[in-house]
């Protein structure tokens, strides 16, 4: 091959490897996670807030377990029914659905797996934030339909 060819080539493999990079860059990592305080009733919870797709869509798989009063709390522009799933979850959850701020139902002891299958599950009402706990919160906080979720300083 000539210099020219081999400079060619070397200018398309540079620059494909920096698209590459950016691509990574834009698309490959999420943002990290805000980490807040919030109060729901009586009972205080440390949340990652999720607002982006793709953090929503990983939720907290993959992840052993949660520790004792935190959660993930799922953040959308408008109210509609969400729907979940389970994929390599590790643990039981209980979610909670909230609109404009006050929790309009939940769901308990969300299994990982149904009859082998991922689990798969949705909110009973359009809701704006999902937060999701460790299985068994819900009634160990004493938790009611109105209850305002409040962010803490």
Known sequence: MGDQTLKTISYATAVIGLAIIVLYLFFGRSR???????????????????????????????????????????????????????????????????ADGAVVGWQEGIQPLTNGSITRFQSNAPVDMVLEVNSGWISHNGIKIGDLLTFLE
């Open 32 to 98: 990290p996670l805000a980490v807040k305080n919030i109060k729901i009733g009586v009972a205080n919870v440390i949340v990652e807030i999720v607002e982006s797709f793709r953090a929503q869509e990983r939720g907290l798989s993959g992840r052993p377990s949660l520790a004792p009063d935190s959660g993930m709390l799922f953040v959308y522009k408008d109210k509609a029914i969400r729907y979940f799933w389970m994929p390599d979850m590790n643990f039981a959850l209980d979610a909670l659905w909230i």
